[in-house]
């Protein structure tokens, strides 16, 4: 009889620490294991889109990254509670949707709706919850209001290894939308006039960036939970700033693993909007039926995003095994992007 396969071992790299951790049963050497807060159930919290746009594929490897992890979590017999957010009010939400001449609400819907059908192109699981922020108003408030004001906050960027000038602090929290310190953050921003708000103790307005995320993850996991991700573009100060705020109204509050997913490069350069040197995921995809030339999408999406995988293994085995299926080697498989490449270019 056969013997039953072992299934490759999970190894998290935690941001934080800086420091692999095999899952837990695995112990190993002397490696500190990773043990979920409840045997057999993860909970893990990773940021979501602002949807104020189509998605570019920076997005779609950050969340094929953590479906990847989500999926392997459950395949070894753990009950996973998967929180993706959506920021559905920002700056760039009502810039745009004062453009298009439409409501909020209504443009933001409108590209949640389009994120989701690239997760289900991409075959991404939906997470087990997808909050939206103006849904969880009230928990922002609570938080803000719970919240005490750090003087000091000596493990602030620990998670990115920064260093501020003393004199520039970045220790401070302050319940202030004009920066008395150049680390200062919002927690609450003032609504200008025509501006959708919510009324609060401090004024109409709606929240901070960051605050939200402390928010949702603590009122959808608690106060501590098991995994918390993100790109690592969101790092600093995003992730430092969650950590912060959320030390400072609950000081228990605690993420046992942070993790981070890298950059999508294009041409050695980081794929962003503001570079406009972005591919959307819906481009690619339309690329990708059109041309037939590479049936399994997305790992030849992210073989496309010049991806380096070393620290997600399971991802590199993925990858291997769907290649062979599309009977491709690597140096083919360069070739067809190459050549789509260069057709993308002479049809703009
Ligand atoms: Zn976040």
Redesign the pocket.
């Known amino acids: 009889m056969a013997e039953k396969a072992t299934p490759p071992r999970l190894v998290l790299f935690n941001s934080m620490t800086k420091k692999k951790q095999p899952f837990q049963p695995v112990v190993e050497g002397r490696k500190e294991p990773f043990k979920p807060l409840v045997e057999g159930k993860v909970s893990m919290f990773v940021?979501?889109i602002t949807p104020y746009d189509l998605s570019h594929v920076g997005h779609a490897r950050a969340y094929v990254a953590f479906d990847v992890l989500y999926r392997y979590l459950k395949f070894l017999g753990n009950e996973v509670e998967y929180v993706r957010?959506f920021t559905d009010i920002d700056n760039k939400i009502i810039k745009r949707a004062n453009e298009a001449g439409e409501t909020v609400e209504s443009l933001s819907s409108r590209f949640i709706n389009e994120f989701s059908l690239d997760m289900d192109e991409l075959q991404c699981l939906p997470p087990t919850r997808e909050p939206r922020v103006t849904e969880h108003i009230e928990h922002v408030i609570e938080l803000i209001t719970k919240k005490g004001m750090f003087t000091s906050f000596p493990e602030y960027l620990q998670l990115s290894g920064r260093i501020l000038d003393r004199n520039r602090a970045g220790e401070r929290v302050a319940m202030d939308t004009r920066k008395r310190n150049p680390a200062d953050f919002a927690l609450w921003k003032s609504a200008k006039e025509g501006e959708p708000f919510w009324e609060s103790p401090w004024g109409p307005g709606r929240p901070g960036?960051?605050i939200?995320?402390s928010a949702m993850s603590a009122h959808c996991l608690g106060h501590v939970f098991d995994i918390h991700g993100?790109g690592k573009d969101?790092i600093f100060p995003?992730?430092e700033n969650?950590v912060a705020q959320s030390r400072a109204a609950y000081p228990e509050s605690e993420v046992k693993c942070w993790m981070h997913n890298g950059f999508v490069n294009k041409d050695d350069q980081k794929m962003s909007k503001s570079e406009n040197n972005f591919f959307t995921i819906r481009d690619v995809w339309n690329d990708l039926k059109t041309t037939k030339v590479l049936d399994e999408s997305f790992m030849k999406l992210l073989r496309t995003i010049n991806s380096d995988l070393d620290d997600l293994k399971v991802l590199k085995q993925l990858k291997g095994k769907t290649l062979k299926r599309a009977c491709l080697s690597e140096e083919q498989l360069q070739e067809q992007i190459e050549e789509r490449t260069a057709a993308r270019k002479q049809a703009v």
């Open positions: 940021c979501g957010n960036w960051h939200e995320c993100g969101l995003h992730h969650e």
